[in-house]
């Protein structure tokens, strides 16, 4: 079946030690998106990539990086994570960012809880 | 302020109707959409109305759009234990390149 995978499901890092959550998704979106959710909120919008171009938003820390080596493919990286980075993040795609015709369903994987000691 | 709000809790007798309501801020929004979380799990679309109508129907599930108030609700008919779940209301945010503004969330709690 077509779907977003996250690896791994529950990560737990230290304090400032650098980590790496992935996403592979096999539905051949142009849109991968990483969201941040904390627990009782809204999932927060980080970053996008519309095929191999990388929308930043204005106000995700510069301590969160991200990498599309191929279609198939996208990472997020914690430079340094602090206690406050503790999260679910998600990940999703979609069929195209512009959706004046498409409905622009985004579709989840699981996501990746991070616990930060 | 939010640009998406709903209520963070409801609860309902298994087999009543739910209704989870949900302001929204953007008139220019071209799409709303309900998302559902379930324990351990990525959101899943469960519907979604184009701006232009006041009601879409599937299933057991009712969307009623107020685009004067800015209001949107998700009725299930004939609650079942299955349907407990997180609910996320949605829309389209056009002035941010159509980015998706989710709003907290209505947590779903069935009752016996």
């Known amino acids: 079946d077509a779907m977003v995978i996250q690896n791994p499901r529950y990560q737990v890092t230290q304090f400032g030690k650098p980590v790496t959550l992935s996403c592979s998704q096999t539905l051949n979106h142009n849109v991968m998106y990483w969201y941040q959710q904390k627990s009782s909120q809204a999932p927060k919008l980080l970053f996008h990539?519309?095929?191999?171009?990388?929308?930043n938003e204005a106000d995700t820390p510069d301590n969160f990086q991200s990498r599309r080596p191929n279609t198939s493919f996208c990472f997020l990286d914690i430079r340094s994570p602090g206690l406050g980075d503790a999260a679910m993040y998600l990940c999703?795609?979609?069929?195209?960012?512009?959706?004046?015709?498409?409905?622009?369903?985004?579709?989840f994987g699981p996501g990746t809880r991070l616990t930060v000691l | 302020g939010e640009d998406v709000e709903q209520s963070l809790f409801l609860s309902v007798r298994e087999g009543d109707s739910s209704v989870i309501n949900c302001t929204y801020t953007d008139s220019s929004s071209t799409y709303l959409y309900w998302y559902k979380q379930e324990p351990g799990a990525g959101l899943q679309l469960l519907t979604y109305?184009?701006?232009?109508?006041d009601m879409k129907q599937d299933q057991r599930l009712t969307v009623l759009l107020n685009k004067k108030d800015k209001h949107l609700s998700l009725r299930i008919a004939d609650t079942q234990t299955g349907d407990s779940a997180i609910y996320f209301c949605a829309e389209i945010y056009r002035n941010r390149d159509d980015k998706i503004i989710f709003g907290k969330g209505t947590r779903l709690h069935i009752l016996p």
């Open positions: 999703a795609t979609s069929r195209d960012r512009k959706t004046g015709i498409s409905y622009n369903e985004q579709f």
């Open positions: 109305i184009f701006s232009n109508m």
């Open positions: 990539y519309y095929d191999k171009d990388f929308n």
